[in-house]
């Protein structure tokens, strides 16, 4: 990966904002998401496939919000606008005239605030992983709220620890499959990008977003990827923004990690998705990319229980089947599950009968 570019520029109320380039060709802006640190993420096993993909026919700008990473963190105003004022010094300090804008997690609700604020700015939007309300603003039953103000009070208390075993909490629900490499790597990003008093407030503000009444106001071109076993941001998230905002195109991603990894087979189906809507590669179907274009899928499986059908056909375990598809095998037992209950097999060698017929061996 080539180096990046560090700068810097001061919002409004006076924060000095971190910023990094990257790549050549037209600008691709990145909104800010969930604690960044642009140095130490920046060849990391968790981002760096997101990176080396855009930069290949980019300027991918990215920057720390205001309180984690190389922005400044001792700032009194931590709330959803201010966030908002930082992607707006971001673009003005670079005098962006127009560009693609990726939003991810909560950095898609900043994404469409600033959209919506900005149209003529933003050429395409790129949701990934995104929502347009908080977890308080979803509804739901009571015990949320508590569960929320625990979350937020052990957050004071244990963040900055070395032990990472509370952390390691926030990282089994963004990364359920991550290997021990990439679990430590990210429980390491979150202590090292900010203070457990900012963390805690940033919980506080993105659990209260709410920009759901924004969508119908989007015109832009706008691409929606959401992992459908999404434990951080439920699918219904963005299956929610792709409804709302005219003409958005849904992709669904068979994961459950709320951030892909390089190795798993979603994240070619993202790839391939992103390049089309970007128009810097062919127009690829999710389908044909997950390996199921060339027939119906039966019964309504998904192109990942396809690919496990297709293993379980050819004698393999499913030790062998996690092994070569990356997951776990508590993943590779629920997806057996799910397909004896679509297909109406009793058991694995009936499965294996019902795949040879349709050709998924």
Not at 78 to 99: G, H, K, M, R, Y
Request: some cysteine; glycine content about 8%; overall charge negative.
């Amino acid at each position: 990966m080539v180096d990046q570019k560090l700068g810097f520029c001061t919002t409004a109320d006076g924060v000095r904002i971190c910023y990094a380039t990257v790549g050549e060709g037209p600008p691709l802006v990145k909104a800010p998401n969930w604690l960044t640190h642009l140095e130490y993420e920046w060849q990391s096993p968790i981002w760096s496939h997101w990176w080396v993909e855009l930069t290949s026919h980019h300027t991918v700008i990215r920057f720390d919000q205001r309180g984690s990473g190389l922005s400044d963190r001792n700032v009194a105003d931590l709330s959803f606008d201010a966030w908002v004022s930082d992607l707006e010094a971001v673009v003005e300090a670079l005098q962006l005239e127009s560009f693609v804008l990726l939003g991810m997690s909560q950095g898609g609700s900043v994404a469409i605030e600033y959209t919506a604020r900005h149209p003529e700015k933003v050429e395409k939007l790129l949701l990934y992983g995104a929502y347009a309300r908080g977890r308080l603003k979803r509804g739901g039953p009571a015990e949320i709220e508590e569960e929320e103000t625990a979350r937020i009070t052990l957050t004071r208390l244990w963040w900055g620890r070395d032990d990472p075993s509370y952390r390691q909490m926030f990282t089994s629900g963004f990364m359920p499959e991550a290997t021990t490499e990439q679990a430590n790597w990210f429980n390491e990003l979150q202590r090292v990008s900010t203070s457990p008093e900012n963390a805690a407030k940033v919980q506080v503000t993105t659990a209260n977003i709410d920009v759901l009444d924004r969508l119908p106001e989007i015109t832009a071109p706008t691409l929606v990827l959401h992992a459908v076993g999404d434990r951080r941001v439920p699918y219904e998230q963005g299956r929610q923004l792709a409804s709302l905002i005219s003409g958005a195109k849904l992709v669904d991603l068979d994961s459950q990690n709320h951030l892909l990894i390089a190795s798993e087979p979603a994240w070619k189906v993202c790839q391939a998705a992103v390049r089309e809507f970007l128009g810097t590669g062919p127009a690829v179907s999710a389908e044909t990319v997950a390996g199921t274009k060339s027939e119906p899928r039966p019964d309504g499986l998904t192109p990942r229980e396809v690919e496990v059908l297709r293993l379980i056909a050819n004698g393999r375990s499913n030790q062998d089947i996690a092994d070569e598809l990356v997951i776990s095998f508590n993943t590779v037992t629920n997806h057996v599950k799910s397909i004896l209950g679509k297909t109406g097999c009793a058991n694995r060698t009936e499965a294996a009968a019902y795949a040879i017929p349709r050709g998924l061996t």
